[in-house]
C-alpha cells in the first residue's frame, strides 16, 4: 500500500510496534465518528504539513485494516481528527498512516451493535 517512511518515535499507542508507514489514499478512509475540531490546532497543522522542511514533524495516524469475508479491504480511522482535517482541507490525496490489521470483533469494540456487515 503506498509509500513506506520509517519514523524515529512511535507517538501511538494502538500501532506504536508499527514501523512501516503507508499514505493511504485519503478517499478510502471510513470515519464513522464525527470529530469535534480546534481550529487552531487544525490551521497549525496545516501550516506545517504544507512546509517540507517540517512536514515529517507530523506523526501518521492509526487506520484499522479489516478484510470482509468475501475480500475487500475497509480501513477506519477513529483518531488523528486534526490531522485528518488538515490533509482533507489541503487538497492532498493520501495521508502517512500506520495500518494495524484487524478484525470485524476487534471494530465491534468501537462500534459496538453499529458495527456494519463488512462482506
Not at 506504536?16 to 499514505?23: K, L, S
Not at 512546509?51 to 514533524?57: L, M, V
Not at 470482509?68 to 490531522?83: I, K, P, V
Request: hydrophobic share 35%; glycine share 8%; proline share 6%.
Amino acid at each position: 500500500m503506498g509509500n513506506v517512511r520509517k519514523y524515529d518515535r512511535d507517538l501511538t499507542i494502538q500501532a506504536g510496534h508499527i514501523a512501516e508507514v503507508h499514505n493511504v489514499p485519503m478517499r478510502v478512509l471510513i470515519r464513522p465518528i464525527p470529530s469535534v475540531l480546534d481550529e487552531e490546532k487544525v490551521r497549525s497543522l496545516m501550516n506545517t504539513i504544507m512546509d517540507s522542511t517540517t512536514r515529517d514533524r507530523v506523526p501518521p495516524i492509526d487506520v484499522l485494516w479489516i478484510t470482509g469475508r468475501q475480500g475487500g479491504d475497509y480501513y477506519y480511522s477513529f483518531g488523528g481528527c486534526h490531522r485528518y482535517e488538515a490533509y482533507k482541507r489541503l487538497g492532498l490525496e493520501t495521508i502517512p498512516c500506520k495500518l494495524f490489521k484487524s478484525n470485524v470483533a476487534d471494530l465491534r469494540t468501537y462500534l459496538g451493535a453499529s458495527t456494519p456487515d463488512l462482506l
